[in-house]
């Protein structure tokens, strides 16, 4: 099973780009790379998935290396409201259903 | 609003009562899933229904128990629980099953075992 591995917390500044980390160095062939997102009292809300090389969409961009052991969430000049656990997950096609969840990312923005 | 709701928001409960958690989805999905969220711990799956037919059980204690009547609601109910079974029980619910599908998160219900 792919293990993840995100770093606990960052801290960035309004304006800036932000990217986090994440470390799934078993991944298998036909997994996927999804990103969640979180704020306190809601459940994940997904923000972009991809499966290899880069993946942009109009709040985010996925920056996956060749050998995809890894994974790369780039959030473009963040605000306050970015602040945020972020998730990493690693998951197959359907069918299988070995989920793979990130222990998130504790992202803080100042003003 | 993700089109998914869970009730109650919060329960406390003693570690000999019954009750159940009820979670609902207006999306027309397939799949609906239930997680335990524990501080500072990965998301942990817990059981997968596809087509109203349950497809993962992750080695949950028996004193949980799921249960899907149709594809759009679920239920966990709960018996004899233990004061680590305190947590955020997400439900979330997908087009398909699977680490390729989308998935939509209701808001939680906080469980405390006391």
């Known amino acids: 099973l792919a293990k993840t591995t995100q770093p606990i917390s960052m801290d960035s500044y309004e304006g800036q780009e932000v990217n986090i980390t994440c470390s799934h160095n078993?991944?298998?062939?036909?997994?996927?790379i999804t990103w969640y997102q979180q704020f306190p009292s809601q459940g994940p809300r997904f923000i972009i998935q991809g499966y290899k090389t880069k993946v942009t969409n109009e709040v985010a961009s996925l920056f996956i290396p060749a050998d995809r052991k890894s994974s790369t969430l780039s959030l473009p000049r963040v605000s306050l409201s970015d602040t945020a656990v972020y998730y990493c997950l690693v998951g197959m096609t359907v069918g299988n259903y070995q989920l793979i969840w990130g222990a998130g990312t504790k992202l803080i923005i100042k003003p | 609003e993700t089109g998914v709701t869970q009730t109650p928001r919060h329960l406390v409960m003693g570690m000999t009562n019954k009750k159940s958690l009820k979670c609902e989805q207006h999306l027309g999905h397939n799949a609906m899933y239930w997680y335990k969220q524990s501080a500072k711990k990965p998301l942990e799956l817990m059981f997968v229904?596809?087509?109203?037919?349950?497809?993962e059980n992750n080695s949950v204690p028996s004193r949980f128990s799921p249960e899907c009547p149709n594809s759009s609601h679920l239920f966990l109910h709960l018996h004899t629980l233990q004061p680590e079974d305190s947590a955020l029980y997400l439900c979330?619910?997908?087009?398909?099953?699977?680490?390729?599908?989308?998935?939509?998160f209701g808001p939680g219900t906080r469980l405390t075992v006391l």
């Open positions: 979330a619910s997908s087009q398909l099953a699977g680490g390729r599908a989308e998935q939509f």
């Open positions: 078993n991944i298998a062939t036909n997994d996927y």
């Open positions: 229904y596809s087509l109203e037919e349950r497809v």
